[in-house]
């Protein structure tokens, strides 16, 4: 009864062949100003099937923007978006889903008095008898949701439980096994972990892999260079609206990315401030050295 190939139901997906190397999106000097604000300029993204791309930034960097652009929010006011190798401009985020990009927010868009089963399906309920006789067809989509929470891994107790029980980090769980189930082949998740403790956070990345092994490309956006580093394959730090650093995985290490994105500078300058104030350990900070060393983006000094 269950159709246990992820995927084509429900939304429909156009036809789409992702391009050499399994790139999904890019990105390619693309730019947003609102009016004369420049939010975000110059930047060069690659999403890839199979891989975790994060993007990491400070308040106010352009991260939200970035995703807005692909999510089908905004569109771009300078350079290229490219969806399977073809140049888009999409006028709303329905036109990004049919591409099989899918956004999660941070403010979940879901029903908190709804069973989970009903949240699962919200929108793209399932039918059955013909019309004028058409009805919900609740057992299907129970089973449905269970199946496909359980291809996540993701076991809940009791799917009946309006959704506003479960905890931030499930609800999460949720809403990333109802974009794999619709059909999404790029997946947004916009600060999935901000609000969560460590536990919690743990258990979202773990669902964040799981998409990922299932082949979707994964767009990560976070503030915690731990977090990112965790799941991540590539890493582009944003800082006011350019890209700082992009590099793989292979070419950055776990300090260089915190580095990077506490800007070492600044924290030099905070530390050397904070030694002048009593009842603070400044010993159990980095040294003033590790915080202002260079990173080069790239050992092969490649662009
Ligand atoms: N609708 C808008 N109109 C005008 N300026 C905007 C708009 N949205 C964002 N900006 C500006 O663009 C810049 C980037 O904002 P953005 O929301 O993309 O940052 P962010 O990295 O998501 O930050 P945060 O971590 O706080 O969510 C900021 O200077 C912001 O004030
Ligand atoms: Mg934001």
């Not at 390619?28 to 100003?33: C, D, P, T, V």
């Not at 609000?195 to 773990?206: D, F, I, N, R």
């Not at 580095?259 to 905070?270: F, I, R």
């Amino acid at each position: 009864m269950t159709d246990k190939t992820s995927g084509t139901h429900g939304a429909v997906v156009q036809d789409s062949a992702p391009g050499q190397d399994g790139l999904l999106v890019e990105l390619r000097g693309a730019g947003k100003s609102y009016g004369n604000v420049r939010a975000l300029h110059g930047v060069d993204l690659k999403v890839h099937a199979g891989q975790v791309t994060c993007v990491l930034g400070d308040n106010g960097a352009g991260k939200s923007t970035l995703i807005k652009i692909i999510s089908g929010l905004h569109q771009h006011t300078e350079g290229e978006f490219l969806v399977d190798g073809t140049a888009v401009r999409f006028s709303t985020p329905r036109e990004a889903l049919d591409r099989g990009i899918a956004t999660v927010y941070q403010d979940l868009a879901t029903v908190p008095l709804m069973p989970v089963w009903r949240n699962f399906f919200l929108g793209s309920e399932m039918t059955r008898g013909p019309w004028p006789v058409r009805r919900l067809d609740i057992p299907r989509m129970k089973a449905t949701a269970d199946q496909e929470l359980r291809n996540m891994g993701i076991v809940l107790d009791d799917l009946e439980q309006p959704i506003g029980t479960l905890s931030g980090g499930q609800r999460q769980c949720v809403a990333i096994a109802r974009a794999v189930y619709f059909g999404a082949r790029v997946l947004i998740l916009d600060e999935p972990t901000a609000a969560l403790g460590v536990k919690q956070s743990g258990v979202v990345l773990k669902y964040i892999a799981a998409a990922r092994d299932r082949g979707l490309g994964v767009i990560f956006i976070t503030h915690n260079p731990h977090h990112a580093y965790m799941v991540g394959d590539h890493f582009s730090v944003l800082r006011l609206g350019t890209l700082e650093l992009s590099a793989d995985r292979s070419e950055v290490s776990l300090e260089e990315l915190t580095n990077h994105m506490a800007g070492g500078a600044e924290l030099a300058a905070l530390k050397h401030e904070l030694a002048q104030v009593r009842g603070v350990d400044t010993e159990e900070l980095p040294e003033e050295d590790d915080l202002t060393a260079p990173v080069a983006p790239s050992p092969e000094g490649t662009t």
